[in-house]
């Protein structure tokens, strides 16, 4: 099994263990690499870096929109020189204790510069979202669990 794989494997494992996963193409706003109309950032702890020990080899991204609910994730890469760029954003059950359901992107692609976004509604419940990306032989992973609850 390739390392690309088997880092993608532990990182779906690890994140979503027992939901269900939904692959999603990237849409035709995917150039912009933006969420669309009606999204805001959210900010703060929701500007995941995506690291390998200390180095930052990128970010994700949270977004949200008030009006249908929808959360929105993007990972952008740092620098160039980047590919394998993944993003996975996952809603949690109405309890908050378990992924439920799963939006992934970049995980068939060879993105350089960003993946996503991926969209989920999740009104008054947590998200995970979790990121990877490759420079070079080196990975770079980072997620943030349980976030934008509400």
């Known amino acids: 099994m390739r390392l690309t794989r088997k880092i993608t494997t532990t990182i779906l494992a690890a994140s979503i263990a027992g939901a269900g996963v939904t692959m999603v193409a990237a ?3 995917a150039a912009t690499g933006s969420c669309g109309a009606g999204y805001r950032y959210l900010k703060g702890t929701n500007h995941i870096p995506i690291k390998h020990g200390k180095k930052v080899g990128g970010y994700a991204d949270l977004y949200y929109n008030a009006g249908n609910g929808k959360n929105c994730a993007i990972v952008r890469a740092k620098g160039s020189g980047t590919s394998h760029i993944t993003v996975l954003l996952a809603r949690y059950d109405k309890k908050n204790s378990a ?14 510069s960003y993946a996503g ?3 989920i509604w999740a009104k008054g419940r947590c998200i995970t979202v ?5 420079k070079g032989s080196t990975y770079y992973q980072g997620e943030a669990k349980k976030v934008h609850c509400g």
């Open 27 to 29: 849409p035709a706003n």
């Open 99 to 112: 992924p439920e359901k799963t939006v992934t992107d970049g995980f068939k692609q060879n993105y350089r």
């Open 117 to 119: 976004p991926v969209r």
């Open 130 to 134: 979790v990121g990877s990306l490759r």
